[in-house]
């Protein structure tokens, strides 16, 4: 069973993408929709959610009549869990003509890694990655569909400190880059 976090996020993500695109596709096509998810690697059990997330999603919508009369098709490919295999998962999709766009991933570095191809291709990627700067690198195909870790450390630091008066604090993080950033960030909203 997919969690209801998981299968909420990736019905909004689906409607949003079929939003974005719902003009741009002949009456008769199907709306091809990208998902960049780790099917192997350390994070392969993560990108089974995801994938049971975007598929649980694909179907809710095309049972409703899909978007504007037209059908979604999800295409799968894996990132392999590292950021090579995310830039290589991407460019497969890219290559597609007929992809009106993709769920990226939600690691921030293989976002990084995607980017310039993102860029590049022109495809509304929606990411999940949590690192600041993500969009604020000049590209305008990549959309946010969760909060930078800037906005979720001061909401945490915030909810802490004032509502349960926390005096001691553990920050814990995978030292794969994963979550760094957060709490470098969360460490300087500890300080203020």
Same mark, same amino acid.
């Given at each position: ?6 299968? *909420?996020?990736? =019905? ?31 994070? =392969?059990?993560? +990108? ?17 009549? *899909?978007?504007? +009369? ?9 990132? $392999? ?28 570095? $293989? /976002?990084? &890694? ?19 700067? #993500? ?9 946010? /569909? ?13 909810? *802490?400190?004032?509502? #349960?008066?926390?005096?001691?604090? &553990? ?5 794969? =880059?994963? *979550? =760094? ?12």
């Amino acid at each position: 069973m997919v969690p209801l976090l998981n299968r *909420g996020l990736a =019905a909004v993500t689906i409607f949003l993408i079929a939003c974005l695109v719902s003009m741009a596709c002949r009456a008769n096509e199907s709306i091809k929709i990208g998902l960049v998810a780790s099917a192997s690697g350390f994070s =392969a059990e993560q +990108g089974v959610l995801a994938v049971n997330g975007a598929r649980l999603a694909v179907e809710e919508v095309n049972k409703s009549g *899909g978007v504007g +009369g037209r059908m979604l098709e999800l295409q799968i490919e894996d990132d $392999q869990s590292t950021n090579p295999g995310a830039l290589l998962a991407f460019s497969k999709l890219s290559r597609e003509r007929k992809i009106a766009a993709v769920i990226g991933p939600i690691r921030s570095t $293989q /976002i990084q &890694a995607m980017s310039p191809s993102i860029a590049k291709a022109g495809v509304p990627t929606l990411i999940g990655g949590s690192d600041p700067s #993500l969009t604020h690198v000049n590209n305008r195909w990549l959309f946010r /569909i969760r909060p930078s870790d800037t906005f979720s450390a001061k909401v945490i630091a915030d909810f *802490g400190i004032n509502s #349960l008066k926390a005096r001691k604090w &553990a920050i814990v993080y995978s030292t794969d =880059a994963y *979550g =760094a950033g957060g709490a470098k960030v969360l460490t300087e909203a500890l300080k203020e």
